[in-house]
């Protein structure tokens, strides 16, 4: 049974930095994160491989996002930089456990499992 735990988010002031963590048990195609503001959709923000640690990211925060794991700690970490207060969210991680279904390492519908969520907040 895959299990994900978030950690690492909180309050920073626009233009800061995070590194959100995830670690994982178990065993998983891929893993991605996703955000939900309040009253808006989850979206995918960043999705890494784990068979030849290909990344993805959305447009709206490539250049300010970097998703990577470390194999020895189980732990998938996205480091947040120049944030903004449009990066304000609860985020997610999410594992595939299987190949892509062929909707898109975006789509919630890939994903299996799902962490818990910690809010990010990106305000002055």
């Known amino acids: 049974q895959v299990q994900l735990v978030e950690s690492g988010g909180g309050l920073v002031q626009p233009g800061g930095s995070l590194r959100l963590s995830c670690v994982v048990s178990?065993?998983?195609?891929?893993i991605g994160w996703f955000r939900q503001a309040p009253g808006q959709e989850r979206e995918g923000v960043s999705c890494?491989?784990?068979?030849?640690?290909?990344?993805y990211y959305a447009n709206f925060v490539k250049g300010r996002f970097t998703i990577s794991r470390d194999k020895a700690k189980n732990t998938v970490y996205l480091q947040m930089d120049s944030l903004k207060p449009d990066d304000t969210a609860v985020y997610y991680c999410?594992?595939?456990?299987?190949?892509?279904?062929?909707?898109?390492?975006?789509?919630?519908?890939?994903?299996?499992?799902w962490g818990q969520g910690t809010l990010v907040t990106v305000s002055s």
């Open positions: 999410a594992a595939m456990t299987g190949p892509n279904g062929g909707t898109g390492w975006r789509s919630t519908w890939e994903y299996q499992i």
């Open positions: 178990g065993n998983y195609y891929a």
């Open positions: 890494i491989s784990m068979d030849d640690d290909s990344t």
